[in-house]
């Protein structure tokens, strides 16, 4: 159930980072998508309660899944069909078709992708979560899918290949142990992905125009921009900073240059 619940956990992360790029799509709150997830990982995983293994100690088929610990005797061409099939619906599902939704979502926000190398220095926290949320997007996607559909590849190869009386890590121990790393690596790597993404690891050099409060005695402004110079003709203006020191009192017009400043009426 675990390899089912990791997808979706990250698929569920994924689309939740993209919404805030893309408002137009649905939000979808956290108690529903907690449920859905588990659900989906636990009614994916209950077909093995019936799919049958050939244990070859035995000469029997039982079970995958044993707390029934109950022996079927079957023919072992069965088994072989049932495991193929199980294994080889859950690795599209949760192999390649999270992949492609994964995929689908960076290209939905190609249009975002300009904030990855663009952006040098952030002025706003409107744009600064804007870019966290691109370095996720696209980092953990990457990452991810690089990873989790050529391992989906490779599980499907080996269930539609393998003998009935074949033993994974007898068999391929070395192959076995270098996925296993991978995979706790990537496991690992997931928290230090979000903390580079929420910007904590690299300390913020703060503006020297950080913490600017502008005053407006008259809202009746018009104002027009040039390439880096936003030119605001406003009647009366006092712009302080944090210390309450006066930087510039204009009764004209203010020019900025390199400088964003949003302003809300």
Sequence with gaps: MALNL?????????YERMRKLKPSFPKVKIAKMLLAIWSVAVFAALPALWTMEYDSEKA??????????????VCVQVATLHRM?????????????VGGVLIFELYIVRSKFKYLYKVKVVHTDKIRRKVQRVRFLYCNSII???????????NICYELTRKPSTRLLKEYPTAMYIVSILFFVYVMCLPLILLWASDLLRGRKKSGHAGIEMRM????????STQGIVTCHIP?????????EIIQRDTQAVMM?????????
Excluded: M
Excluded at 85 to 97: A, C, L, Y
């Design 85 to 97: 099939v199980f294994q080889v619906v859950r690795s599209i599902i949760f192999h390649f078709v």
């Design 6 to 14: 990791l997808p979706l956990t990250i698929l569920s992360i994924s």
């Design 217 to 224: 005695s008259n809202s009746d402004f018009s104002r027009h």
């Design 144 to 154: 991810f899918v690089s990873y989790w559909i050529p391992l989906g590849i490779f």
């Design 60 to 73: 029997v088929c039982v079970k995958v899944a044993k707390p029934f610990s109950q022996l079927c005797y």
């Design 236 to 244: 009366n203006i006092t712009i302080t900073t944090e210390r309450n």
């Design 257 to 265: 240059q390199q400088v964003q400043v949003e302003v809300y009426v």
